[in-house]
């Protein structure tokens, strides 16, 4: 039976606008994790400082960067990504927890995940990996949320968290400079069925709701790239107004309720 893992690549404190509003965004993300139906997954955080959040009841292995955080550019004021890098360092170390073979799922620390995620990746277990087709966007400073999947946008074309890749030890990176193994073919999740599929491992989609993605709670990477407001549009647009189906949303994601 594979194993199961969620890699967090963490902003720095000297990237974040407000690093107590990052721990508090994360300790949500813990909180999604903690409500699995299945406790057999472990938790790999590359960071620069490990955060001030309370990790009970998971078993979180947080793997410090061994290089500098991103600086402002002089020339154009933005903020450099090291992102890259830290998933480089996630994929070097599922080299020691994986065994034979893994579901691997890139989380991004502001995101959510539906209880049923791991216990449905498990069971099923097809031996490519799972696309999150169906989500929603929610909005922190309205409280409002959107579907996605369907009609509409799919989730993963706008949230990175999208995607459970099925990986053996030859798909890893062999050192901090291998940047073509497959597990780093996965950079833009927009591409991730496409790579998955040219690699003749073929996505399937979740058949639900699987994840919650935020926007708007004042720092992240979407407001760094200047991108919240094809979000709050979105969201505006395709606002979820029945209130038996809110409910549902709430009971599944009861984190959202911080923002209501």
């Known amino acids: 039976m594979p194993s199961f893992h969620f890699g967090i690549p963490l902003m720095s404190r000297a990237m974040s606008r407000d690093w107590t509003l990052v721990c508090r965004n994360l ?10 139906t ?53 994929g070097l170390s599922l080299r020691t927890y994986l065994g034979e073979e893994t579901y691997f799922m890139h989380l991004d620390a502001d995101d959510l995940v539906h209880p049923s995620l791991v216990e449905f990746t498990l069971k099923d277990n097809n031996k490519s990996g799972y696309l999150v087709e169906y989500g929603y966007m929610f909005d922190c400073e309205s409280g409002k949320v959107a579907p ?80 919240v407001g094809v979000k709050t549009k979105y969201v505006e647009r395709w606002e979820i107004a029945d209130s038996s189906e809110l409910a549902t949303i709430f009971l599944d994601f009861p984190m959202l309720l911080d923002f209501t």
Not at 27 to 36: I, N
Not at 59 to 86: C, H, M, Q, R
Not at 169 to 192: A, E, I, V
Request: proline fraction near 5%; charged fraction near 25%; include cysteine.
């Open 27 to 36: 300790a949500r993300t813990f909180e999604s994790l903690r409500r699995q």
């Open 148 to 227: 996605m999947g369907g009609d509409n946008t799919p989730f993963w074309k706008h949230c990175g968290s999208c995607a459970v890749i099925y990986l053996t030890l030859n798909d890893l990176p062999s050192d901090t400079k291998d940047k073509n193994c497959y597990f780093m073919q996965f950079r833009r999740h927009g591409d991730y069925a496409d790579i998955a599929e040219k690699h003749g491992r073929a996505l399937s989609t979740y058949p639900g709701f699987m994840a919650a993605y935020l926007v708007n709670h004042g720092d992240n990477d979407t407001l760094n790239r200047g991108k």
């Open 38 to 90: 299945s406790k057999d997954f472990r938790v790999l955080i590359t960071c620069h400082e490990i955060p001030n959040v309370d990790t009970s009841g998971l078993d979180v292995e947080f793997i410090l960067a061994d290089f500098l955080p991103p600086s402002i550019s002089n020339e154009t004021g933005k903020i450099g990504n090291d992102k890259p890098a830290k998933k480089r360092l996630l």
